[in-house]
């Protein structure tokens, strides 16, 4: 079996991979040069985002890819042979499967075992792009079980699951990201979809936010379903969960295991 390098970035997992690093490397040095917010003190939030991220790294290939390709039907991109009705079929599963996220995102806050799972994501007191890694395997095991069944139910095919989860991935390290951004284009972009300054408010320590702003790539469906929250994201805002402290590394891991995690 050939696993070169070439080879792997020649399949659709490769460019993934190859998509969402150089994109997470892009805002990770720029966030740096041009930060919204002041970074705090420390680099104790990197190596536990980091670390959590390593798991999910090594898991995947075990469990997470397994999971979408026992969804996915069929490893091609296209269901028929006009171009313009596949741009429409991907660019309705790619809606389809963000409303899902939607859906499913206010379900890990409002189901309280999910929620001690999401806490651990939340539980970050900054946010930048190393954020949008830091998520408990389970978390990451449990939606990638739970998509089945969108894409049970629409056939998506492998190709558009895949552009999906490429798409969502960028999406998430842009709405985490402490980029500094011009307010004027910030405010058109949001229009559309989620930017860092929606996406802060969610994670602002203040539960009324918290249960807000859900959306993942695209604003409407907060707008849509009346979660979308009034406050105005300011760089001094206190980032986490209301009156809690983040955790040590092997407390995050352990936490959706303890009552009060
Ligand atoms: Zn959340």
Redesign the pocket.
Known sequence: MDISWQSFAATPVGVKALVVGAVFILFFTGERIYSAAPYPEGKARLFRNIGLWAIVLVASPLIIAPLTALGANQLVWTRSDSFYFNVLVLATDLVLLDLWVYWL?RA??RVPFMWRI?KV??FDEFLDSTSAFRFHLGEVAISAGLRLIPITLLAVPLGHVLAFETLMLCAVIFHHSNLRIPALLERAISRVIITPSIHWV?HHAVMHD?NSN?GAIFSIWDRLFGTKSVTVRTYDMRIGVESVEDKSFLGLILSPFKRNG
Do not use: E, L, N, P
Request: charged letters at 0%; aromatic letters at 22%; proline letters at 0%.
């Open positions: 995102h890990w806050h999401h994501h939340h969610h918290t859900y």
